[in-house]
């Protein structure tokens, strides 16, 4: 599965593929590129531990105000996660008007549906919570809107790509 990170300021092409019970493969580019195997536990709810051949870490995680908290060896870091095909163009013009899906960025639960239908929603308003790898992600609001279509269902099985509410 391909992810867009984003870190603070930094922004990276993230690559993982499950290999078994807890490991990945993953390939990451962007201001630093490093590729390998990692085993990835959670050992209470929002803390994982994380083996990366002789390295460690404990990553606390929890959603914020601005993304994802990820606190790593007491440093702490925004994370936003997104699909990179659903990038903005260069122009800046693209999905300010007509509608707009909002996607679920990976396979995971719907925990909570945050708007009802014809509610009207401000840019980085919460839109839905989906659980995904343990790790409750809340997607918002890419832009001013109204929300015209909600698919998804609190407690129903999501797909990576799958539309879950739509905005004009």
């Known amino acids: ?8 300021q930094d922004s990276y092409t993230l690559d993982v593929t499950p290999t078994g019970d807890n490991a990945y493969r993953y390939a ?23 083996l990366d051949g002789a390295r460690s870490w404990i990553v606390t995680v929890a959603g914020g105000a601005n993304g994802i908290e990820a606190w790593v060896q007491g440093n702490r870091y925004i994370l ?10 260069r122009s800046g013009t693209a999905g300010k008007s007509g509608p707009l899906e909002v996607r679920s960025l990976m396979p995971g639960k719907v925990i909570r549906v945050l708007v009802a239908r014809n509610d009207h929603v401000s840019a980085g308003q919460g839109l839905v919570v989906v659980e995904a790898m343990k790790m409750q992600n ?4 890419p832009r001013d809107g109204r929300v015209t279509t909600i698919t998804a269902v609190e407690g129903a099985t999501v797909g990576a790509g799958v539309t879950l509410v739509v905005l004009e």
Request: a negative charge; zero cysteines; hydrophobic letters at 40%.
């Open 80 to 89: 936003s996660v997104s699909d990179p095909r659903d990038r903005p163009s």
């Open 28 to 50: 990451i580019d962007g201001a630093e590129s490093r590729s390998g195997a990692a085993s990835v536990v959670e050992v209470m709810p929002g803390v994982y531990s994380i």
């Open 1 to 8: 599965m391909k992810l867009r990170l984003d870190i603070d």
């Open 138 to 141: 809340e997607l918002k609001a």
